[in-house]
């Protein structure tokens, strides 16, 4: 059962512009989000986070926002660069210690 | 500071046989996690050790097994290989057994069970 659900596997943006990936989550006990940005053949690497307490959370081009009563995420890279072409996966937890990962979103930015 | 290694990178066993791949963590740190990634479940966690004691658990067959020796390092053991356990594994170490605590993952390690 996918508790975190990427729903877009992927999304193709020009240089310059905004990326915008969408995450969705039914677990209310959810309380913890964070994306991850992964190449090929190396594993992910960790972006941005949020917690719940929050609504939004800034680091340079990257954005999180976070909507609870639509148990909605999403991350916003502004602009978006060649370099950012990766895979990019939402990632939620609860109390425990897991995270439960959707299954990504491949993310293609051209020139 | 070296990152997460693991070994080996590519491994191809036949149903019914055991595997077992290993993980250094960067230096320092005490938490090792170890995932499942596939193309029709994404990532999924399988187990959390913290100073060689298993914190956390994901939600897999006993065949699944791990342990953490006490210079961190990890490994993980899958016995009586099925072909649905073909998946790349990845380990992440972080500093702590806190969420908030940043992990950093490894580039895995390929399993083709044939």
């Known amino acids: 059962d996918q508790q975190v659900k990427q729903n877009s596997p992927s999304l193709s943006v020009q240089e310059g512009r905004i990326s915008i990936l969408n995450c969705d989550y039914t677990?209310?006990?959810?309380?913890?989000f964070l994306w991850y940005k992964k190449y090929p053949a190396e594993g992910p690497t960790f972006l941005i986070s949020?917690?719940?307490?929050?609504d939004k959370n800034e680091d340079g081009r990257f954005t999180v926002f976070l909507n609870k009563s639509a148990k909605h995420l999403s991350l916003h890279i502004v602009p978006s660069q060649p370099g950012d072409s990766a895979v990019y996966f939402c990632?939620?937890?609860?109390?425990?210690?897991?995270?439960?990962f959707g299954k990504g979103t491949s993310l293609l930015v051209t020139p | 500071k070296a990152g997460v290694t693991q070994t080996p990178r590519y491994l191809i066993k036949t149903r019914g046989q055991q595997v077992t791949l290993s993980c250094s963590p960067i230096?320092?740190?005490?938490?090792v996690s170890w995932y499942q990634q596939t193309p029709g479940q994404g990532l999924q966690f399988l187990f959390e050790?913290?100073?060689?004691?298993?914190?956390n658990k994901g939600n897999f067959p006993g065949r699944f097994s791990g342990r953490q020796f006490s210079n961190s390092r990890s490994e993980m053991n899958v016995s009586t290989l099925e072909l649905g356990d073909s998946a790349l594994y990845l380990c992440?170490?972080?500093?702590?057994?806190?969420?908030?605590?940043?992990?950093?993952f490894g580039p895995g390690t390929r399993l083709t069970v044939t």
């Open positions: 992440a170490s972080s500093s702590t057994s806190r969420r908030e605590s940043e992990q950093y």
């Open positions: 677990n209310s006990m959810f309380d913890y």
């Open positions: 949020i917690s719940s307490i929050k």
């Open positions: 990632a939620a937890s609860g109390d425990g210690y897991a995270l439960n």
């Open positions: 230096s320092g740190h005490r938490s």
């Open positions: 050790y913290f100073s060689e004691t298993q914190r």
